[in-house]
Structure formats: structure tokens, C-alpha cells
């Protein structure tokens, strides 16, 4: 997620300047409601994958143990903000891309664990409140769905695993929002992630069955976020 990780962080940045002529206005006059906004994100996700299931491989065997590492995620969002007493209620469809994570676990012998190319799609109600006309709080959640390439492989190349996973995934939370401007926005928050659980099939050498590898990826996660609401306001002009 390299190349994923220099394009959003430089989509932040173009999104900061391209709103630099609305950052900071004494103005904070928000287009009317219900109106939409879109929003570039991005930050870390202190991640884990706890594994599970069966390596029948020899002597039938738990697999065991977690992969926990620091990831980068980076995506964006699309929603609607509705006027509530003291603030707003914001609806949006969410997509996100996470960095790879990899370590070992346990089994008959150690496995070499990846998890890559990691994503999720959420729908997600936010509730905003305002303490001043620039700061406030907010909280809430969403479901929808994540997933990740797996590829596990015990230390002998005996036994290994391999496939893509696709399952439940929901996330809650809250964070500071900041107004810089009538259509600007910065929010930092705080999200906890989580994926149900996978099982990928474990093979010999031979292509013969060898038990099975589960897997449950969560996620504690500290984001930054540009909201733009009603993107296209200057050409309404």
C-alpha cells in the first residue's frame, strides 16, 4: 500500500489547499440542510490478527497466538449532514485501505502470517455536537463489510494456506471536530474496528487437506479527516 499511502496523503493535501481560501473565514455560515460533503482520511491502525482453527498436519493441533503491528489507512467518504439541536447528524458510505500486516503464530510449527491488500466498506451515522461555532465532539458507528488476502506458511513449507477473505465488519467511536471555515472541517478521531472471523483451508505439499486457519482482524485506529461540505459550492456561485 505504498504507492495507496504517498496518493492519499498527497488527496489531504490537495484537499487542505484547495479549501485555503475558505480555511480560517470569520464566516461560518454552513450551505443549507440537508447538504453533502465528501472527505479525505487517513491515519494510523494499531492492528491485530488473532488466529484459530485446526492444523491436522501430524498430531491435530490448535493454531494459536496473535500478529499485532502499527498499519497506515487511508481512504475516503461520501454523506449527508442534517441540522440537530446543538449540531448535526451525518450519514455516509465510508471505503478504507489498510497497509500490510504481518508476524508469526502457533501450530505443529511456527506459521508465517500476511494479511494484505486490506480494505472495508462501512455505512456510518455520526452524531455532531457543537460547544462553540468551530469546536465540537461527535460519536457513533457503522457495519458493512472488510477483508484482506491471506497467505500462511509453517516454518518447514509443509503446511500452507492461502485466500481472500470477505466478512461482517462494524466499527464505533468518536473525535474532535474543528471548523476552519463555512465548508471546511478537520476532524481527528478515534475508531475501533473489527472483522469477523475467516477460515482460510490449510493444504500438504501434495494439495491434501491439513485442517484449517482462522483468522479475526481488529483494529484500535487514530484518524484524520477533511470533511468539504457541499463540495461544489464555488461553482454554484
Known amino acids: 500500500m505504498e504507492g495507496g499511502r504517498s ?3 498527497g488527496v489531504l493535501g490537495l484537499l487542505i489547499a ?27 491502525s494499531f492492528a491485530s490478527l488473532t ?14 497466538g496473535t500478529v499485532s503491528d502499527d498499519l497506515f489507512t487511508a481512504g475516503g467518504a461520501f454523506g449527508a449532514a442534517f441540522d440537530r439541536p446543538h449540531g448535526l447528524l451525518r450519514a455516509e458510505v465510508e471505503g478504507r485501505g489498510r497497509d500490510l500486516l504481518q508476524g508469526e503464530t502457533a ?17 456510518n451515522i455520526w ?15 457503522g457495519i458493512g463489510a472488510g477483508g484482506y488476502r491471506l497467505a500462511v506458511e509453517d516454518s518447514l513449507a509443509i503446511v500452507t494456506g492461502a485466500g481472500t477473505t470477505s466478512e461482517f465488519a462494524w466499527q464505533a467511536g468518536g473525535g474532535v471536530t474543528y471548523r476552519v471555515g463555512p465548508h471546511v472541517t478537520l476532524d ?34 487514530l484518524l484524520l479527516c477533511v470533511r468539504i461540505d457541499g463540495p461544489f459550492w464555488q461553482f454554484r456561485r
Open 18 to 44: 484547495a479549501c485555503s481560501s475558505a480555511a480560517f473565514s470569520d464566516d461560518l455560515e454552513a450551505p443549507p440542510s440537508p447538504r453533502c460533503y465528501v472527505a479525505g482520511i487517513a491515519g494510523a
Open 127 to 141: 452524531r455532531d455536537y457543537f460547544f462553540t461555532n468551530r469546536l465540537g465532539v461527535y460519536g457513533g458507528g
Open 188 to 221: 481527528l478521531g478515534y475508531r475501533f474496528f473489527d472483522i469477523g472471523t475467516a477460515s482460510t483451508p490449510l493444504l500438504l505439499g501434495d494439495g491434501s487437506p491439513a485442517g484449517n486457519y482462522t483468522s479475526a482482524f481488529s483494529a484500535s485506529e
Open 107 to 123: 501450530s505443529v510449527e511456527p506459521f508465517a502470517v500476511a494479511a494484505s491488500d486490506g480494505w472495508s466498506v462501512m455505512a
Open 7 to 9: 496518493f492519499f496523503v
Open 51 to 64: 488466529s484459530g482453527g485446526t492444523n491436522t498436519a501430524g498430531i491435530p493441533t490448535p493454531n494459536t
